[in-house]
């Protein structure tokens, strides 16, 4: 594999005798980079029915889970402890599971049993109280309400303002057979109670479900006064909540004792289970059995001594590239674990291709840098650094973050990069909090005030640096997509490619080395073009600025030769490539503008990051001013004895409150939105320039384990592989 290229993809064939079926699955866990091919599927053979074991596996899964829930237990989240297991056969893993399920089952489903009982009962508990409640400011029994032999009697809520009609339906019903009182509450409605003859009870009914009567639901059972059955239930209410605090003492305690070895019999059957689905691939003979499977190329002599080690002698193992290969292959990219959340970056975007470079590598540096110009600030970018740390020294100890926080675990060491970056981009630019008045720039022509005198070039200096950064990158991605025309001898494309690499540069030589505002200079034929050298002009202008050197070549010759006859020679390579090739050539043509300047949104989020920052600490009471003393690193002034500003000598320094208010509202939205904003640069200004991803991510056969680990045991056999 070449360092930014997917491993080359080859066929492991694996053929072993039945009875060494799960010794070779633990090989292939340990080896971890077999990615199994259906080969069942294409052999049109029938699905091997699981055996008992296999599917006690399954129901003892199920068994497992309510125990772990009930327990609130999270197998995803690492006790920084593992348990050593033997998982030589199925019926090692089957005992170790059933002795945990055995022990604690019974405990736990008796807890929740009770549990359940006794909040139901508070519950019932709390409704008795709360009609209670409502009953009380009418002194009434509850028992009285209900059917008797002569009479119904009812208690509600009357809505707002139809307590008048109640009454009256009541009177023309009943013809005044009815007592109803009526006690006021606030918002309006009315607690009533209402009784009338039996008789004339579904009338009434009637009537209060017309009227949106609604009924107080009386408990049965209950009697006295309102306010004895309120004190007996919170008693009650009382008594129950010490039991269910005791339950979940007990659940406590059982989790703090079983924790670890539950968590290891649910890892067990997890990888079971993957162990038992993963029989689908395999193909079966009387005595054999055979696998196919993807591993990388680079990665063939380590296979078959591990499947040695498992099976013994009972073992062949052979090796192929099908003429399928480069085509159905799955995309395997091998980068260093501290680029991991870089590479889920790229993944998202899509996974590469067979014939794609991965980005990988070098967007791990890219990405933070241009990062750290948009969100330049020293104070700032310490904290983000601080942030990662944390999440990364959690991920580490297994912690779980949430949903939410949790993409800034798995993105951590992104993160201390961009913080790396944001706080190198503040030195330059001068940042601290937010605050100019404490760090002097070490890049001075981007300094706010020069000699207590606003520098008025600052914003078109910062401008240029942004469009530079862009030219760079986007010049990279020309060369990168360059050499893969050429890797893969597509001599054509790779033309094309070259063409549009050297009209891209004269086209940025002719803007900086002749002229950015009269393009009709361009094509002068007396006087010199100058040779842009990135990022060396900014803060003198472009053309003869006393940086660019003289090139030998009037504008009109060097935009003949760098930019017309390229161009020309694109474009015909492009339409030799048919309707893709014309549209590619369309988008090369017209980027070569668009995207060019979609980078100076640098210089716009950086503009914000500043203006955002200084309301919060210009307008804020200082509450406290921070002063900060003279420091230098090797001969470098890092913050000066005074500084300069608006034309008056001060002394560093920084408002507390505007510090953090900023901080916090800056950093959370001015963050976020950088970090969109450099996502889409990547994504649409440079990956259109070679990636195309659309491949497979491999997905090799392996164990994820957090709480196990394996006890190791040599297999010793001799049977002979048909």
């Not at 899509?350 to 794609?356: F, I, K, N, Q, T």
């Not at 006087?527 to 842009?532: K, L």
């Not at 002009?537 to 053309?543: E, K, L």
């Amino acid at each position: 594999m070449g360092l930014m290229s997917p491993e080359k993809m080859i066929v492991a064939k694996i053929i072993s005798h039945r009875d060494h079926e799960r010794q070779v699955l633990l090989g292939l866990e340990e080896f971890e980079a077999f990615e199994f091919l259906d080969v069942r599927k294409q052999a049109g053979l029938v699905e091997v029915k699981r055996t008992r074991e296999e599917e006690t596996v399954f129901t003892a899964m199920d068994r497992l889970d309510k125990i772990v829930n009930s327990l609130d237990l999270n197998p995803d989240q690492s006790t920084g402890q593992l348990q050593e297991v033997d998982e030589s056969t199925l019926k090692n893993s089957l005992d170790m599971v059933s002795e945990v399920i055995t022990s604690i089952e019974t405990e736990i489903l008796e807890i929740d049993t009770e549990l359940m009982m006794a909040k139901t009962e508070r519950e019932r508990q709390k409704g008795i109280r709360d009609v209670a409640n409502s009953l009380r400011p009418l002194g009434i029994d509850p028992s009285l309400i209900g059917i008797t032999d002569y009479t119904f009697t009812t208690a509600g809520l009357v809505p707002a303002g139809r307590s008048e009609e109640l009454e009256w339906s009541l009177q023309e019903v009943t013809d005044g057979a009815f007592t109803l009182s009526v006690l006021p509450l606030k918002g309006g409605a009315c607690a009533s109670v209402i009784t009338v003859p039996i008789e004339l009870m579904d009338a009434v009914e009637r009537i209060l479900s017309a009227l949106e009567f609604e009924v107080f639901p009386i408990p049965e059972g209950e009697s006295g006064t309102p306010e004895q059955i309120v004190e007996k239930s919170e008693n009650e209410m009382v008594r129950l909540e010490e039991e269910i605090l005791r339950l979940q003492q007990r659940k406590e305690t059982i989790s703090k004792e079983w924790g670890l070895r539950i968590l290891a019999a649910w890892e067990i059957l997890q990888v079971e289970k993957q162990r038992v689905e993963i029989k689908s691939h395999i193909v079966y003979t009387e005595q054999s059995i055979k696998m196919w499977g993807w591993i990388p190329e680079s990665r063939e002599s380590e296979l078959e001594p591990i499947l040695r080690e498992k099976v013994g002698s009972a073992l062949e193992v052979t090796f192929d590239k099908p003429d399928f290969a480069d085509h159905e292959a799955p995309t395997c990219i091998s980068n260093p674990s501290i680029m991991k959340p870089t590479e889920d970056v790229v993944k998202a975007f899509g996974v590469p291709s067979r014939h794609d470079l991965d980005p990988t590598k070098i967007m791990w540096l890219s990405f933070p840098i241009i990062f750290g110009l948009v969100f330049a600030d020293v104070g700032q970018g310490l904290l983000i650094i601080l942030i990662g740390l944390a999440a990364r020294n959690a991920k580490k100890k297994g912690q779980d973050w949430g949903a939410i926080l949790g993409y800034i675990q798995n993105g951590a060491e992104g993160l201390i990069m961009m913080g790396i970056f944001a706080t190198l981009g503040g030195f330059l630019f001068g940042s601290f909090f937010g605050s100019e008045t404490v760090i002097e720039p070490l890049w001075p022509i981007f300094a706010h005030t020069i000699d207590g005198v606003k520098n008025p070039y600052r914003e078109s200096h910062m401008l240029k640096l942004s469009i530079e950064i862009g030219v760079l990158h986007i010049s990279l991605g020309i060369v990168l997509n360059l050499y893969n025309k050429l890797k893969h001898k597509d001599y054509r494309e790779a033309i094309s490619g070259l063409s549009y690499l050297i009209t891209y540069l004269g086209f940025v030589n002719l803007l900086f080395g002749v002229s950015y505002n009269s393009i009709g200079e361009w094509f002068n034929s007396v006087g010199n073009v100058y040779m842009w050298i990135p990022l060396a002009g900014i803060g003198y202008g472009t053309g003869n600025n006393g940086v660019y050197p003289a090139l030998p070549l009037s504008p009109l010759t060097f935009s003949i030769i760098t930019f017309i006859i390229p161009f020309v020679v694109m474009a015909i390579t492009s339409f030799m490539g048919g309707m893709d090739g014309a549209v590619l050539f369309m988008e090369h043509a017209i980027g070569m503008v668009s995207h060019t300047v979609s980078y100076a949104r640098i210089f716009a989020l950086n503009t914000v990051h500043i203006i955002l920052s200084a309301v919060f600490i210009e307008m804020l009471p200082p509450l406290v001013m921070i002063y900060f003393p003279p420091l230098s690193l090797f001969g470098i002034e890092i913050i000066p004895h005074h500084f300069l500003h608006d034309g008056h000598e001060i002394a560093p320094q920084i408002p507390l409150l505007g510090a953090i208010v900023g901080t916090f509202v800056v950093g959370i939205l001015e963050g976020l939105l950088g970090f969109m904003h450099t996502l889409r640069l990547h994504f649409v200004e440079w990956f259109s320039k070679f990636y195309h991803a659309g491949g497979i991510d491999f997905m090799p056969f392996r164990a994820r384990r957090i709480h196990t680990t394996q006890f190791r045991k040599v297999a010793q056999s001799s049977y002979a592989v048909q």
